[in-house]
């Protein structure tokens, strides 16, 4: 089983649609969990972080269920600059490895 | 600008021909990092390094040597490079203690 895991889509939506994605993660003692966006043939970007509590960032929405150790990624009112690959990040927190899932590929339609 | 640099960007290689990507970061990251990207897999770490002269294996550190002289330099070398290192390779520096990674533009690289 791979340690963080994630469903490769790719997903397609119309503009304007709420789409939510999981990722899942093998370590129970994982502490630090993290969505970045990666466009086409790009780098990489901090898209937030995600907290116990939850959090939100405008449109974007990260939730953490530590019970069944997956975390979520929701996206209101998808946009066509939403279109990207979505890869989670988890890690034992502090300077400790932090693992990619292989992503989570969202296009959005007009 | 905050930024981590990396160079080449693209590069064509041949079997056994040492090679070396730069990297190097302007924001004074004490932690740096080196991932392979390979489609279906995702990010792999190769080697990480904590603060200078002090590096680590990651998870896929075979055909690969890196160093850690200056704290803003961190390259990546292939002494023999072989054709299963054909990948997109991403250098990062981490900002603070379970903080934020900033990647660079990423160096694709092919060995025929």
């Known amino acids: 089983r791979k340690e963080v895991e994630q469903d490769p889509g790719p997903f397609n939506v119309p503009e304007g649609a709420t789409v939510a994605f999981n990722c899942t993660y093998s370590?129970?003692?994982?502490?630090?969990f993290f969505w970045y966006r990666q466009d086409c043939r790009k780098e990489p970007k901090l898209l937030m972080s995600?907290?116990?509590s939850g959090n939100e960032d405008g449109r974007f929405t990260a939730q953490l269920n530590r019970a069944s150790q997956y975390i979520s990624l929701l996206i209101r009112d998808s946009k066509l600059s939403d279109s990207a690959t979505y890869l989670c990040?988890?890690?034992?927190?502090?300077?400790?490895?932090?693992?990619f899932g292989a992503g989570t590929r969202l296009a959005v339609h007009p | 600008e905050a930024q981590v640099t990396q160079n080449p960007r693209y590069l064509i290689t041949v079997t056994g021909k040492k090679l070396t990507v730069t990297c190097s970061q302007n924001?004074?990251?004490?932690?740096m990092s080196w991932y392979r990207q390979d489609p279906g897999l995702g990010l792999r770490q190769i080697y990480y390094?904590?603060?200078?002269?002090?590096?680590d294996k990651g998870d896929v550190p075979e055909g690969y040597k890196v160093s850690r002289k200056e704290k803003r330099n961190f390259p990546l070398i292939l002494e023999s490079p072989s054709p299963n290192q054909t990948s997109l390779y991403f250098c990062?520096?981490?900002?603070?203690?379970?903080?934020?990674?900033?990647f660079g533009e990423g160096s694709r690289l092919t060995v025929l």
């Open positions: 370590n129970s003692a994982s502490q630090s």
């Open positions: 390094s904590m603060n200078v002269e002090v590096t």
């Open positions: 924001m004074n990251h004490e932690y």
């Open positions: 990040a988890v890690s034992l927190g502090g300077y400790n490895k932090l693992i």
């Open positions: 990062a520096s981490l900002e603070g203690f379970n903080g934020e990674l900033f």
């Open positions: 995600v907290y116990s």
